[in-house]
Nanobody, 124 residues
Framework: EVQLVESGGGLVQAGGSLRLSCKASGFLYHDYAIGWFRQIPGKEREGVSCIKYSDGGTNYAASAKGRFTISMDKYRNLATLQMNRLTPDDTAVYYC?????????????????WGQGTAVTVSS
């Protein structure tokens, strides 16, 4: 069973930065992917970014490109999402998520193993 434990999040002013981390444990295939999606109450889930363990391939939502950077410490199975130039529109609950056996480009909306979620609030 795969478990995802995330940390980070919190309150930041617009223009500021936050870092989210997510540690994966359990039986992990070498071609798993990990990433984040976010959800605002009453709205659809939105994929943010993901990264593949096997080759480090990444994928970003248009809203995240140029501002967010995802990375992975392969030895610790620890993914990090560095979020810069945050705006109030980034306010949401961010869920770390993973998926086994990802052979093509990862898609954060296809991640089907979820972490507990962490709140990110950006004040104006």
């Amino acid at each position: 069973e795969v478990q995802l434990v995330e940390s980070g999040g919190g309150l930041v002013q617009a223009g500021g930065s936050l870092r989210l981390s997510c540690k994966a444990s359990g039986f992990l295939y070498h071609d798993y992917a990990i990433g984040w999606f976010r959800q605002i109450p009453g709205k659809e889930r939105e994929g943010v970014s993901c990264i593949k363990y096997s080759d480090g391939g990444t994928n970003y939502a248009a809203s995240a490109k140029g501002r967010f950077t995802i990375s992975m410490d392969k030895y610790r199975n620890l993914a990090t999402l560095q979020m810069n130039r945050l705006t109030p529109d980034d306010t949401a609950v961010y869920y770390c998520a993973g998926r086994q056996r990802v052979q093509d480009v990862c898609n954060p909306m296809d991640l089907d193993i979820w972490g507990q979620g962490t709140a990110v609030t950006v004040s104006s």
